[in-house]
């Protein structure tokens, strides 16, 4: 009895432990998967509550999948992209002044492609259902992107969110069902 009781509170202390180191390990993997393997190699993970859960030391953060949002979603992102993630969050400007790359490898989460904020279609926010595999780019002068498409389905690369702060190019990649 007394066995049983110690091997009780053994488990107790040792389960949730287990637990949350599985849980981190499945969290990196998440990231890792979202950029190619010598950029997410090296790249600093971190969770969407800004936890670090690994250094880095090639100027990439990934981050998993958001649990909160539909589709596999992680992304490892470069200095530019954080200041973006950051602004687009608190609804302010960004302020990068440099080329950013962003990778969402794994897949993407369903959005507008001219509202920033929309969290499901309406008749004219061109709704892509389908977030699919792409790779994302910032640019430091943003109406150097007149001349891009803004259409999804072109085939190739495309402008989205334009006329806002958070303008960027989309690259869909091999898998990208647009
Ligand atoms: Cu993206």
Same mark, same amino acid.
């Given at each position: 009895m007394r066995?049983?009781?110690l091997t009780a509170v053994a488990l107790l202390l040792v389960v949730p432990g287990i637990?949350?180191?599985? @849980? /981190?390990?499945? /969290?990196?993997?998440?990231? &890792?998967?979202?950029g190619p393997e010598s950029v997410s190699k090296h790249a600093k993970v971190m969770d969407w $509550?800004? *936890?670090?859960? +690994?250094?880095?030391? =090639?100027?990439? *953060?990934?981050? #998993? @999948? +958001?649990? @909160? *949002?539909?589709? =596999?979603? #992680?992304?490892? !992102? $470069?200095?530019?992209? !954080? =200041?973006?993630?950051?602004?687009? &969050?608190?609804?302010?400007?960004?302020?990068? $002044?440099?080329?950013g790359i962003g990778y969402m490898l794994a897949g993407g989460t369903p959005s507008s492609n001219t509202d920033p904020y929309a969290e499901g279609p309406t008749p004219d926010n061109e709704w892509i259902s389908e977030g699919g595999p792409h790779l994302m780019m910032l640019v430091p002068d943003p109406s150097t992107l007149s001349d891009m498409p803004t259409d999804p389905s072109n085939g190739g690369p495309w402008v989205m969110w334009r006329d806002t702060p958070y303008v960027h190019i989309m690259i869909p990649t091999p898998g990208h069902g647009m």
């Open positions: 066995r049983a009781i637990g949350s180191a599985q @849980d /981190k390990a499945a /969290k990196i993997s998440s990231a &890792m998967s979202a $509550d800004n *936890t670090v859960l +690994r250094e880095g030391n =090639n100027g990439f *953060t990934c981050f #998993p @999948d +958001r649990p @909160d *949002t539909p589709g =596999n979603d #992680p992304m490892c !992102l $470069d200095e530019a992209w !954080l =200041n973006w993630a950051h602004a687009w &969050m608190t609804e302010t400007e960004p302020s990068y $002044d440099q080329v």
